[in-house]
């Protein structure tokens, strides 16, 4: 991450944002303290498909669901 000037910032304001563009965070400072920083936004995520959640449920790994509901699981453990 590099630091430039508040007058540095504004003279060179293009090349800034060709650097934030690369994915380089950039700080600017006012007497020698930080006021703002620019850096790349994130990208969002791509939408998740049908295709996809088929092909995650293929792969689950873990415990079935239960065969019957928790109302009739407790039922059954008070009656024990």
Do not use: C, F, Q
Not at 17 to 40: N, W
Request: proline content about 6%.
């Amino acid at each position: 991450m590099s630091a430039y000037s508040e007058a540095d910032a504004r003279k060179r304001l293009p090349e800034l944002i060709d650097r934030v563009l690369r994915g380089e965070s950039v700080t600017i400072t006012r007497r020698g303290k930080p006021v703002a920083e620019l850096r790349p936004i994130a990208k969002h995520p791509r939408k998740i498909s049908a295709a996809a959640l088929d092909w995650l449920a293929e792969r689950r790994v873990g415990a079935k669901r239960p065969h019957e509901d928790a109302g009739a699981l407790i039922s059954r453990t008070r009656r024990i």
